[in-house]
């Protein structure tokens, strides 16, 4: 069976520090892959999502970026965080697009 | 861009009165899903809607895609304790990526 990871579930970082989040996918190939942002109370931004090995497309021109090193594994990051960088971060996969999406249990970052 | 309404943000039930949602998109869709996010969780997949006029139930559950694929509603049918969460509806209109409406909030007062 398909498993989705995300580490670490919370963190707490100063502003101007780095960040970097990672997203594994277990139990499947190729898979679509989608980095979200949730504000609390509030609905899904789409960050990033990539249909394959070092393709990257950005949704959100911020100070954020992703990677896809290896198929399974998705990788959120920034040089220097911001205070609005706070927030639920969640990564998700799906088998093409048009299916549904699987997402991990999500990382809770606050920027202080 | 493409944007996804919900409505309402918010709803107060007494358990056991019946809920609804409505997502509402400008532009036409390929097809709709339906996800659950309970408090301090992750949204979890509840049904994808893909005909126009299509209409699927889960239990108390029912969902019904528009006509015209721009709309779409989720109906809860006799509110339990365990429906609490927010329900969000994503939207795709033949992309990768999928739109997620703004969600409506669910509490079910026992």
């Known amino acids: 069976s398909q498993t989705i990871h995300q580490w670490p579930a919370t963190l707490v970082q100063p502003v101007g520090s780095p960040l970097s989040l990672e997203c594994t996918v277990e139990?499947?190939?190729?898979?679509?892959l989608y980095w979200y942002r949730q504000a609390a109370g509030r609905g899904l931004q789409l960050l990033f999502y990539?249909?394959?090995?070092?393709?990257i497309s950005s949704e959100v021109p911020q100070n954020l970026s992703a990677s896809r090193p290896q198929d399974r594994q998705f990788i959120l990051s920034s040089k220097k965080l911001l205070l609005s960088d706070s927030g639920f971060y969640l990564c998700?996969?799906?088998?093409?697009?048009?299916?549904?999406?699987?997402f991990g249990p999500g990382t809770r970052l606050t920027v202080l | 861009g493409q944007q996804v309404m919900q409505i309402p943000q918010y709803q107060h039930v007494q358990e056991g009165e019946d809920f609804t949602t409505y997502c509402n998109s400008s532009?036409?869709?390929?097809?709709i899903q339906w996800y659950k996010q309970r408090p301090g969780g992750h949204p979890v997949f509840l049904i994808q809607?893909?005909?126009?006029?299509e209409v699927k139930k889960q239990k108390r559950l029912t969902f019904q895609f528009g006509e015209a694929k721009k709309n779409s509603s989720l109906h809860i049918t006799a509110t339990q304790t365990t429906d609490v969460g927010t329900y969000f509806c994503?939207?795709?209109?033949?992309?990768?990526?999928?739109?997620f409406g703004t969600g409506t909030r669910l509490k079910v007062l026992a």
């Open positions: 998700a996969w799906s088998v093409t697009n048009h299916n549904e999406q699987f």
């Open positions: 139990g499947t190939s190729n898979p679509n």
């Open positions: 990539s249909v394959g090995i070092g393709q």
């Open positions: 532009t036409t869709l390929s097809n």
């Open positions: 809607l893909v005909k126009s006029g």
């Open positions: 994503a939207a795709t209109s033949g992309t990768y990526k999928y739109i």
